[in-house]
């Protein structure tokens, strides 16, 4: 068994200290610590965060050790040696997938910090807590003697926990699995509310699987006075971040909801349904696939699908979601650019910030609306006898609980064994090439009674000049620009920093002086690398990125109509 303690001797510091016992190690033994997370599929590289890293024989004596890699230590150790590893963490960050040490709460994501030994990943672990005896201990890790256990390393990665005097705890149950519900944070909770919401989508996934991949879940919740919104799945558990406090149950509560289904899909899919290419993870090298489209689009469609299915959310609330994936696919141009399948391969280049601009999509945007597109044809293939829903059940059981890993090609077959041999040039047209697909999710709509709707948008600056922007201080920030527009014909470029139209000062209003030369030709002036530049705007008959919607048809046909409420069971 490997052995952790850790201690948190001056919490103001935000170090963690950790002692680590290895018993009968190989001669000349390779430790490492995670370069990456399962859940973000990109290096995180966190042996950054590592100091004063030290190694002990079994007398207490230094023992020697080199640097091999970035997250990787090469012990000077004799054969089935004994070894004490001790160093400090820095935890300084608190998001969902981080590790977080302050005067309240102590917060690990094991994966983040505690190293391993290449040959010993499938001995079990045990973890002591060196913490204040008035906080308690939330999180899947069995507890045994004061001590927290796991079969292997890959259990322990995957388990975070929070330790607090301020955690909040209730429980439910649905098809004989026990669900904890965990709040840390100054939250004032509606419990009975948000049990009876969490009851109901979790016994619509449930009643979708048939069986849950584990007996015991938690969620765990870090409820923050700043604005946040992030969360992680594990097999056992999953880590969500929300705020500001005063708005989650408030105007924040559907995203409360939102990502909570979601990560609670993921217990399936992703964490048993897994592809094949991390199918075991591994740590130190890059996990490439192209299944996003699988792993977070379906997870993205069903997570939202799920709550309208099960009550949680009604018909309009629904939509509004769905409304806001249709807004971000056409607001993308990397569509035009690079396929969701190619953007999941390289969502370890830069999958998780805007990157270049128009290069790539998002595999949860462009993932959720083709399995929307993907859903709909296989109802219609087998006329509503099953649904994208009776696939993910297939994968689970013919690959989680076979223990193989999931294909490409696994998934695509599948698909066109429900929805006919024409889903391949699908697959080929829009998952794997980059095919604009407008009038496939129109006619996909269209067989449920839906529609989609497109109008101007409102402000000046995106609909008549083609270009978006943020507010910094009196000014704004261009974040987008719509190709061929009038702002892209002027030259405007991203991140200028507009002061000016027509010489008036904005003021923070910019739609509103747009507005007031409407009848005149427009001139932006903009700081530029420390310059004053001053762009003039053509005039062009059209409207730019326009505002995407989602509506019931007002002449559905009885056809649709029951289309419509199958597809909603």
């Not at 009968?24 to 370069?35: K, Q, S, T, Y």
């Not at 890959?154 to 607090?164: G, N, T, V």
């Not at 965990?182 to 009643?207: C, R, S």
Request: glycine share 6%; with cysteine.
């Amino acid at each position: 068994m490997t052995k952790y303690s850790l201690s948190i001797e001056q919490a103001h510091q935000q170090y963690i200290q950790f002692h680590v016992q290895f018993s009968n190690l190989p001669e000349n033994a390779l430790i490492h610590l995670p370069r990456w997370r399962p859940g973000r599929y990109e290096f995180g590289n966190f042996a950054k965060n590592v100091r004063f890293f030290r190694v002990f024989d079994e007398q207490g004596n230094h023992l020697p050790f080199q640097k091999e890699g970035l997250s990787s230590w090469r012990l000077k150790n004799s054969e089935n040696a004994s070894v004490r590893i001790e160093y400090s963490y820095y935890a300084a960050e608190l998001n969902a997938g981080s590790t977080y040490l302050s005067d309240h709460q102590l917060y690990v994501n094991p994966v983040n910090c505690f190293v391993y030994a290449d040959a010993q990943i499938a001995n079990s672990c045990s973890v002591q807590l060196n913490i204040p005896s008035e906080w308690e201990i939330a999180g899947s890790l069995t507890k045994k003697e004061g001590l927290l256990i796991a079969t292997d390393f890959h259990e322990l990665a995957d388990s975070p926990f929070i330790c607090s005097a301020q955690l909040q705890h209730r429980t439910y149950q649905s098809n004989e699995t026990l669900f904890h519900l965990w709040f840390n944070g100054d939250a004032i909770i509606p419990w009975e509310k948000v049990i009876h919401d969490f009851q109901l989508f979790t016994d619509k996934q449930m009643e979708k699987f048939v069986q849950f991949p584990v007996n015991e879940y938690h969620f765990l919740f870090q409820i923050l006075p700043n604005k946040a919104y992030h969360g992680v799945e594990h097999q056992k558990s999953t880590v969500i971040t929300l705020g500001p406090t005063y708005d989650v149950f408030d105007g924040g509560y559907a995203d409360l909801l939102g990502v909570s289904s979601h990560e609670l899909y993921h217990t399936w899919n992703v964490k048993a349904i897994r592809p094949i290419e991390m199918y075991p993870y591994d740590y130190q090298q890059e996990n490439l696939s192209k299944l996003g489209y699988l792993c977070e689009g379906v997870t993205t469609y069903m997570g939202d699908l799920m709550l309208y299915k099960s009550g949680v959310f009604n018909l309009d609330e629904y939509l509004k979601e769905m409304s806001v994936q249709l807004q971000k696919h056409f607001d993308n141009f990397g569509r035009f650019n690079y396929s969701v399948a190619d953007s999941s391969y390289d969502t370890w280049l830069d999958g998780y910030v805007p990157g270049a601009p128009g290069r790539k999509v998002s595999i949860y945007t462009e993932g959720c609306l083709l399995a929307f597109v993907t859903d709909i044809r296989i109802r219609q293939q087998t006329e509503n006898k099953y649904g994208l829903d009776e696939v993910m059940k297939r994968l689970y059981v013919e690959f989680a609980l076979q223990n193989k890993g999931v294909s490409e090609a696994d998934y695509m077959n599948l698909v066109v064994e429900y929805a006919g041999e024409e889903m391949r040039s699908v697959f080929n047209d829009y998952f794997y090439g980059i095919k604009p697909f407008d009038e496939l999710l129109k006619a996909a709509f269209d067989v449920i009674g839906l529609e989609m709707t497109q109008v101007p948008s409102p402000k000046y600056s995106f609909s008549n000049l083609g270009f978006k922007s943020l507010p910094q201080g009196t000014n704004h920030i261009v974040n987008a620009i719509y190709p061929g527009s009038p702002a892209d014909l002027a030259g405007l470029r991203l991140m200028d920093e507009i002061i000016a139209v027509n010489d008036f000062l904005l003021n923070g209003e910019l739609d509103k002086w747009l507005n007031y030369c409407n009848d005149r030709q427009k001139e932006l002036t903009v700081i530029r690398a420390g310059k004053l530049v001053k762009l003039a705007f053509p005039e062009v008959q059209r409207h730019f990125f326009l505002d995407y919607g989602i509506k019931v048809k007002e002449q559905a046909s009885s056809d649709q109509k029951k289309a419509f409420e199958l597809w909603s069971r």
